[in-house]
């Protein structure tokens, strides 16, 4: 079954939002350094949600609070879905993998792209064993992800543009669960 956003819910842009319907949040905004403290203390006050709607996630500010944030999804046996008018960009995918069960509903987008840190560093220009490298692989292996998904994010698109990863993509890098 699909899961959508209502009709009536808005959200508000630039901030990490949740709408509840039953046992679903509904989350949409940018992840930023307090993210995993966001979700936190939202699942204490809301312990009967099992399911996390992506609905529209631009992004990430801080990667390392975004893993942790996925990480925190995943200890807490959270599902995670994309509704079929949503999408997830960059980090916005990394929160996605933390879930249990993932599922992409038709019509929802998944962007990836090289990162860019805010001192200006460019991943290619990297030695393919620099430890920057295994922070990320590491995470996508600990999510269930293969390493490729990586290398692949890395060439997709520079990181001012987005790639949309086709069905095919991902399925093949086992993004969804069954």
Do not use: C
């Not at 939002?17 to 936190?40: C, D, I, M, R, W």
């Not at 204490?44 to 942790?68: F, H, R, Y």
């Amino acid at each position: 079954h699909q899961i959508t956003s209502p009709s009536h819910v808005k959200f508000v842009n630039e901030q990490l939002s949740f709408v509840v319907e039953g046992n679903t949040a509904y989350v949409s905004g940018v992840l930023g350094h307090e993210s995993k403290q966001e979700l936190s203390r939202f699942i204490q006050k809301n312990p009967n949600i099992s399911t996390l709607a992506l609905v529209d996630i631009q992004g990430s500010l801080d990667q390392q609070a975004t893993m942790e944030t996925a990480r925190l999804i995943r200890r807490l046996k959270l599902d995670t879905v994309i509704v079929r008018t949503g999408y997830v960009v960059s980090g916005g995918v990394d929160l996605f993998l933390g879930g249990v069960n993932r599922t992409i509903e038709s019509g929802a987008g998944v962007g990836v792209h090289s990162w860019l840190d805010m001192y200006g560093v460019d991943p290619q220009e990297l030695n393919m064993a620099d430890p920057i490298h295994a922070t990320y692989v590491n995470f996508y292996l600990e999510m269930g992800i293969p390493e490729r998904f990586y290398w692949f994010s890395l060439d997709a698109s520079p990181p001012e543009r987005v790639y949309f990863l086709s069905p095919e993509e991902i399925y093949d890098f086992n993004l969804v669960t069954f």
